[in-house]
């Protein structure tokens, strides 16, 4: 799903790259990578973005600057499984685009996005894919609301959240998005580029299907586990996502109101939660005989989000109940899809820090 998001991003990253080049041409370019993770996505974007400054200098007929490239993520990240990778990706492009370690610079930060990461104005050309719709922290009233819980039943928005629930998870997101682009804003150097792409919505409504039901499918399985006594109901009530979809109005006025950067484009794709994987991809091999099995795509998809949010709730909930857990939310995915093609809403902006006067 985030390989069909980084996808349906990349004639934008192209653009916004050759755009900055355009408009400054230095002799060594910063580029950043904002919550690269770390898996085979994480140098496939690195690569487009190089392929890119590669064609445009060839098209110039000027020598190819040199390449400072930053990887970015929470310092728990496994950048070592980058780092391992790294001789393979260098002797790639060396065979292929005769670029030397000497004039390509990989380099792993750890830290959070939302505060100041790298020297002032060292950046050309920032990008943020599937990061942004997490927040720095679950929305501080939710967290001390623990003896009277204003989201009973719930871990995210959904159909009769009440206002201020709502309230205190847009506030989280200004809050967060602001600073984020407060600290990019210092660190790009004038007329940079910036492409960021996150889940978000079309819709004017919070508590729509598009951005809330993983997350109320994922509610309706923690529940069934509480009405069985697998798990305390107090246990859901404090469990709050710190995630935020938020609607493509939101963010331009967020961006207008922080006023460091212009919007160049902003734009909604629709991406199908099984990343629109043919059926067949859902045949499997098992590799110690020749039988193939299917795997329905309410238990992918139940994979997927497992990859991402396990960590968070086996913190609250305790290890244990992860495997039945992901099991039931599967089977509640399985007949969503029976009854709908779900999809989610991709945000992808792209944006050009406006110089200093
Ligand atoms: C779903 S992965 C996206 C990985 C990759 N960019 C992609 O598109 O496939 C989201 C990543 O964002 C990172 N992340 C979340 N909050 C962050 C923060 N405040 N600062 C830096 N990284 C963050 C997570 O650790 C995770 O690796």
């Not at 755009?19 to 580029?31: H, T, V």
């Amino acid at each position: 799903m985030q390989r069909k998001i980084i996808s349906v991003a990349t004639s934008i990253i192209e653009e916004a790259v050759a755009d900055s080049l355009e408009k400054n041409f230095p002799e060594s370019i910063g580029i950043a990578d904002l919550g690269c993770s770390s898996g085979p996505n994480t140098l496939m974007v690195i690569s487009e973005i190089i392929d890119k400054v590669y064609a445009i200098t060839n098209k110039l007929g000027s020598p190819l600057p040199e390449l400072r490239i930053s990887l970015n993520d929470l310092p728990g990240n496994d950048f070592n499984n980058i780092f391992i990778s790294l001789p393979e990706f260098y002797k790639k492009l060396k065979m292929e685009k005769n670029i030397g370690q000497e004039g390509c610079f990989i380099s792993g930060v750890p830290g959070s996005f939302y505060g100041r990461l790298f020297p002032r104005k060292s950046l050309h050309f920032v990008h943020s894919s599937s990061s942004l719709h997490w927040l720095s922290q679950v929305p501080p009233t939710l967290e001390s609301s623990f003896l009277k819980p204003l989201n009973k039943g719930k871990i995210y928005i959904s159909k009769n959240t009440m206002a201020c629930v709502l309230d205190a998870y847009l506030s989280q997101f200004k809050r967060d998005f602001s600073l984020f682009l407060k600290s990019r804003s210092e660190e790009m150097a004038d007329d940079g580029s910036m492409v960021l792409s996150f889940m978000g919505r079309v819709s004017a409504d919070p508590s729509c299907e598009e951005s809330c039901m993983q997350w109320e499918l994922l509610a309706q399985a923690l529940m069934s586990m509480a009405l069985e006594g697998r798990i305390e109901e107090e246990k859901i009530d404090s469990f709050n996502a710190p995630y935020y979809a938020p609607s493509a109005m939101e963010v331009t006025s967020a961006i207008e109101e922080e006023g460091s950067f212009t919007i160049t484009r902003l734009e909604a794709f629709e991406i199908d939660w099984d990343g629109g994987a043919p059926i067949n991809n859902n045949v499997h091999e098992n590799p110690n005989t020749i039988e193939k099995y299917y795997v329905p795509r309410g238990q992918l998809f139940s994979k997927t989000i497992r990859a991402v949010v396990e960590s968070m709730l086996e913190c609250h909930f305790g290890r244990e109940i992860m495997d039945e857990l992901f099991r039931r939310y599967g089977e509640l995915v399985d007949d969503y899809f029976l009854k709908t093609r779900p999809r989610s809403i991709d945000l992808v902006v792209s944006l050009t820090k406006r110089g200093s006067l």
